[in-house]
T-cell receptor
């Protein structure tokens, strides 16, 4: 059973388009993190959302944590080829910081 | 280097052989995590070390997997009698402390291929 469901699994768009990636669960998380991973490298943290309903912006990226802290979304405005990569959401449930990851969304932005 | 270092970057082994994967965390980080990333499966938690506390081994998939952390720094993940389903990228992460909201910094991983 996958605790965190990410959709879509794959996304191929043209430069300049907008997109949204979703991360859903039936479980409540104390916080949720979004990572970006490029081939041959480890994931790099983009943002952590903690409060239900929280919205955080990172340049063209907007992250939202659901009111019930069970889901999150990542919206990219005017995507650039440099946004290409694997986007992973991860939820923290225990007290030790162990992360439960979604399977990821592989984004390809074509020039 | 300033980041988490893992070695080797690639490992090819034959089924049934033992392998050791190494992780050098960021200096001063007390918490260390091992994850496995399989094709199409996302990242799977394996084991967690925090200071001198007993490690959380709840994610290890079988008793063929073990890990140790010597001197609170370098960690080694050992897989005995490797199987083809062990093929994956093994990622190590470290953070300043355990617990929630501590940022985990990941290494580039070791890509293990079991033939």
């Amino acid at each position: 059973t996958q605790l965190l469901e990410q959709s879509p699994q794959f996304l191929s768009i043209q430069e300049g388009e907008n997109l949204t990636v979703y991360c859903n669960s039936s479980s409540v998380f104390s916080s949720l993190q979004w990572y970006r991973q490029e081939p041959g490298e480890g994931p790099v943290l983009l943002v952590t959302v903690v409060t239900g309903g929280e919205v955080k912006k990172l340049k063209r990226l907007t992250f939202q944590f659901g009111d019930a802290r069970k889901d999150s979304s990542l919206h990219i405005t005017a995507a650039q080829p440099g946004d290409t990569g694997l986007y992973l959401c991860a939820g923290e449930r225990g007290s030790q910081g162990n992360l439960i990851f979604g399977k990821g969304t592989k984004l390809s932005v074509k020039p | 280097g300033a980041g988490v270092s893992q070695s080797p970057s690639n490992k090819v082994t034959e089924k049934g052989k033992d392998v050791e994967l190494r992780c050098d965390p960021i200096s001063g980080h007390t918490a260390l995590y091992w994850y496995r990333q399989s094709l199409g499966q996302g990242l799977e938690f394996l084991i967690y070390f925090q200071g001198n506390s007993a490690p959380d081994k709840s994610g290890l998939p079988s008793d063929r997997f073990s890990a140790e952390r010597t001197g609170g720094s370098v960690s080694t993940l050992t897989i005995q009698r490797t199987q083809q389903e062990d093929s994956a990228v093994y990622l190590c992460a470290s953070s300043l402390g355990g617990g929630q909201k501590n940022i985990q910094y990941f290494g580039a991983g070791t890509r293990l291929s079991v033939l």
